[in-house]
């Protein structure tokens, strides 16, 4: 099994990179390759919208840091994505990976039922850690951007974490623990 994972976090020991971080050693344990992309490492520009994805090339038409790792996602069998609950929103850095990744889809996307370039049978994992205790707080952000995740043909899974806000505090949070080694299992299982 393939693994990338996208660190949306500018905090490399925080909460979310923590729990993805989890997962990608247990799965690595258990013979997964894993590439872990740390996004505020990198230099990358968001969309351009530019076309040239649907217009002349099969992959983004910018040609930076991120190209790599949207050509790891494109390879691999399983994506982890991780990011704090930033202003009700996903942080920024993964924001721009997210509109880059427009490129997975088909010219003719909106007519096409099968509207993705990737091969099928991905799976996904959003981890979203967030300061705000209540959790019908911030609840809209991974239906959102699921439902694109799902046109690339991505099944998926949710890790949300709420009430966690200085780094570590998630590795007091023994649910959250729980949740991240089932994940890796079930995705050492697949
Ligand atoms: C700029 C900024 C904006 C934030 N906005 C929110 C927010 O809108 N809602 C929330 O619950 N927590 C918010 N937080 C708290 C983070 O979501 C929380 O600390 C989270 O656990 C950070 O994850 P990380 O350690 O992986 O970076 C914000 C933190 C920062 C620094």
């Known amino acids: 099994m393939k693994v990338v994972c996208v660190l949306g976090s500018p905090r490399s ?3 979310s990179s923590f729990l993805a ?4 050693d247990r799965v690595r344990s258990s013979g997964a390759k894993v590439k ?3 996004l505020n490492k990198i230099s990358y520009r968001g969309c351009q919208g530019c076309m040239a994805c649907k217009d002349k090339l099969e992959r983004c038409g910018v040609d930076d840091d991120l190209s790599q790792v949207l050509e790891a996602v494109r390879l691999s069998d399983c994506l982890i994505l991780a990011t704090p609950v930033y202003y009700g929103d996903v942080s920024s850095q993964l924001k721009a990976f997210i509109d880059r990744t427009f490129s997975f889809l088909k010219p003719d996307f909106p007519s096409n039922p099968m509207p993705s ?9 959003f981890i979203l850690t967030q300061g705000q205790p209540d959790e019908d707080q911030f609840a809209d952000i991974f239906p959102r951007y699921d439902s694109f995740f799902r046109l690339y043909g991505f099944s998926t899974t949710l890790i949300r974490v709420c009430g966690v806000f200085n780094p570590g505090d998630v590795e007091n949070h023994p649910e959250a623990l729980q949740w991240a080694d089932e994940t890796a299992e079930r995705l050492i299982k697949s």
């Open 21 to 24: 971080r989890r997962i990608c």
């Open 13 to 15: 020991k925080g909460n």
């Open 36 to 38: 872990i992309f740390s």
């Open 117 to 125: 370039r990737l091969a099928p049978g991905k799976k996904m994992v």
